[in-house]
């Protein structure tokens, strides 16, 4: 994988695309030069990545997960928010989700199959945002009492990781229909 010409620099991010493209922040060693590279498509093959932004600042620029610089470039950024699966009260929403800026509450990073108590959302679930993990036939019914603005759904309709269940994916929507 070319990450560049330069030799000394910190690999700041790394993660997959929904359309399967590996992305990289890269930092130089500096702190003045953050670019973020996608590697895949046309340049998968040759390693080569492309830049998609490039941002520059004096005297440095602050790494954080502040994803502002993507969105000022028009990119739709949704945050995933960690919620501890005993967790009492919901994690500070920050930025507050918006439908043109959703957000994800999940346990751990993803793809865990675990579920947070979703009393701690109320009877309403904060607008603008999806719940993750553990979310399956069985208990999409709970989920619903919340009134969740979406529900991201994976490993809990999967047979193995990436092979969706058809009829658990049919159960599901039986059981969301008559929760409605």
């Known amino acids: 994988m070319d990450l560049g010409t330069e030799e000394d620099i910190y690999l700041a991010r790394v993660a997959w695309r929904p359309d399967g493209v ?3 922040q890269v930092l130089s060693r500096d702190q003045m030069s953050l670019r973020l590279l996608a590697f895949g498509g046309d340049g998968a093959a040759s390693g080569t990545g492309s830049v998609l932004i ?3 600042q004096e005297p440095w620029i602050n790494l954080s ?3 502002r610089f993507l969105e000022q470039r028009g ?3 949704t945050r995933v928010h960690q919620v501890e699966r005993d967790a009492r009260a919901l994690p500070p929403l920050v930025p507050e ?3 043109d800026r959703p957000a994800i509450l999940d346990v751990g990073g993803g793809g865990s199959g675990t579920s947070f108590s979703w009393e701690i959302l109320g009877s309403r679930a ?8 553990g ?3 069985e208990n999409i019914s709970a989920l619903m009492r919340h009134h969740p603005y979406g529900v991201d759904l994976s490993s809990g309709v999967e047979v193995e990781p990436g092979i969706k269940d ?3 994916l049919r159960l599901f929507f039986e059981n969301l229909e008559k929760s409605l």
């Open 75 to 77: 990119i739709t950024v």
């Open 166 to 168: 058809h009829d658990r």
């Open 97 to 99: 989700p918006r439908e």
């Open 54 to 56: 490039e941002e520059t």
């Open 135 to 137: 979310v399956g036939p």
């Open 22 to 24: 590996l992305t990289a």
């Open 65 to 67: 997960h502040d994803a």
């Open 126 to 133: 904060p607008h603008a945002t999806f719940i993750a993990g």
